[in-house]
């Protein structure tokens, strides 16, 4: 089994349908035959029915979709399509069959976590199988209903937990020898109120040192997706940072998952808008909340989407001392016509560029137009081998800034694409971002 873009258009009509394919001839059957797209398709124990995640919409992109997907079934000659997951206004991905075909399993962005879910086939309402504070990655259920799962706890990096009868237990305890030997910073969720007065969720991780007689540093770091979020599962480099003194603050702006679909669909048509609001609203908020925090020395950063935020809102303003966008976005225009997916910004602004005058609202939304404004010392980076985001887009944004008279460091890491993966570069990034950031403040 599996799935295909048949479309007359693939490259402009991206919509993913199910086909299975019979072993004994290679003859292939088409399952499922809709406008909205369909993803991990599973068969059943008894091979009677398939489980998939699905969207309603027409329109979605290769990496991200503003609609959040559900589980689906159908039976397996393609008869009886029903969405089993639309209880739950939230994201839901990895859908996986109990072994009698009965129930579902399935991850769910929530509120900043990742939870574990089982649905009966049957209907009924769905059962929350982990719940705990924090993120869900690889996980498998056997025979007997027993869960192994990873997990990442706001207490350290993440281990192996076993799941049976309503109780975990852990497996494993790989990072117990590093955190006895380290304070782990604790990770505070707030509400605020954004500049429309809509509620925004946020984390802050506080210094390991805090004193509320002294005034620490806050880094704000922006998630990617922009459909993604943040939340209190441990972060490596936001622990780093509280080890030095500095808190560290993340927002879960409009346009994140995990606060249902009204909060995802918020930011259509408004990158570069209400996001960077509700980001800049929440640093106000979490100064009014910690008056510890030191105003004055505030910096940002981000990567992914998170970066072209860091972007646009270095063009904005001038209350950060310094700033390290990763993987980011500068132009979408030119953006649009080097990535490999460029349905992208058509799914997120409703037209392609040349459509409705969307061209217009893309550079007037482009973080490179307005390079002028910038006063921000910033270090952008990237990866060479950025398939998602090309290169160029730090490359001319960092010529922008130095064409105006802005302090701007091009740093780029051989062989890594969109992130960086290697151990060695890793650790080199983080020094140089803390060098940067103490250069600064």
Do not use: C
């Not at 991200?64 to 997907?69: I, L, Q, R």
């Not at 994201?91 to 399935?106: C, H, I, K, P, T």
């Amino acid at each position: 089994m599996f799935i295909s873009n048949r479309e007359p258009d693939p490259d402009r009509v991206f919509n993913y349908d199910i086909y299975a394919v019979r072993v004994a001839n290679g003859a292939i059957r088409r399952v499922t035959d809709t406008a909205s797209a369909e993803y991990q398709p599973t068969w059943s124990p008894d091979g009677r029915l398939i489980a998939y995640l699905g969207t309603r919409r027409s329109l979605t992109s290769s990496e991200t979709t503003m609609e959040d997907s559900h589980v689906w079934v159908v039976d397996a000659d393609g008869r009886n399509r029903q969405e089993l997951g639309g209880s739950i206004d939230n994201r839901q991905r990895n859908v996986r069959w109990a072994s009698d075909g009965q129930s579902l399993y399935f991850t769910v962005q929530a509120r900043g976590n990742v939870h574990l879910f089982q649905l009966p086939t049957s209907g009924g309402s769905p059962r929350m199988t982990v719940i705990d504070r924090g993120r869900v990655g690889a996980w498998s259920v056997a025979d007997n209903g027993a869960i192994a799962y990873t997990f990442t706890a706001p207490s350290g990096p993440a281990e192996l937990y076993m799941r049976h009868d309503g109780s975990s237990e852990p497996l494993t305890s790989l990072n117990a020898e590093l955190l006895a030997e380290r304070v782990t910073a604790e990770v505070e969720a707030f509400t605020f109120s954004s500049f429309d007065d809509r509620p925004i969720e946020a984390f802050l991780t506080k210094p390991v040192d805090l004193d509320s007689a002294n005034r620490h540093p806050l880094v704000v770091m922006i998630h990617g997706g922009p459909h993604g979020q943040q939340g209190a599962a441990f972060n490596l480099t936001a622990q780093v940072y509280a080890g030095l003194g500095w808190a560290t603050l993340m927002v879960n702006y409009r346009g994140s998952t995990g606060y249902g679909q009204e909060l995802t669909d918020a930011i259509f048509k408004d990158q570069n808008g209400g996001e960077a609001k509700d980001v800049m609203a929440g640093v106000d908020a979490a100064l009014d909340r910690y008056r510890w925090l030191d105003g004055s020395r505030l910096v940002i950063e981000g990567g992914s989407y998170g970066g072209q935020l860091t972007n646009w809102i270095i063009t904005q303003t001038e209350r950060f001392r310094a700033a390290i966008p990763r993987a980011s976005i500068s132009n979408l225009i030119s953006f649009n016509y080097m990535a490999y997916y460029h349905d992208y910004l058509a799914v997120e602004f409703g037209a392609y560029p040349h459509e409705n005058g969307i061209i217009d609202l893309l550079w007037e939304r482009s973080p490179i137009r307005y390079a002028r404004s910038v006063t921000t010392p910033t270090m952008l980076v990237h990866g060479e081998n950025d398939n998602d985001v090309p290169i160029a887009e730090a490359e001319q944004f960092y010529i922008a800034l130095k064409d105006v008279g802005v302090e701007a460091v091009m740093v780029r890491y051989p062989r890594e694409g969109h992130g960086i993966r290697e151990a060695a570069h890793q650790v080199d990034l983080l020094e140089r971002s803390i060098a940067w950031y103490e250069r600064h403040f």
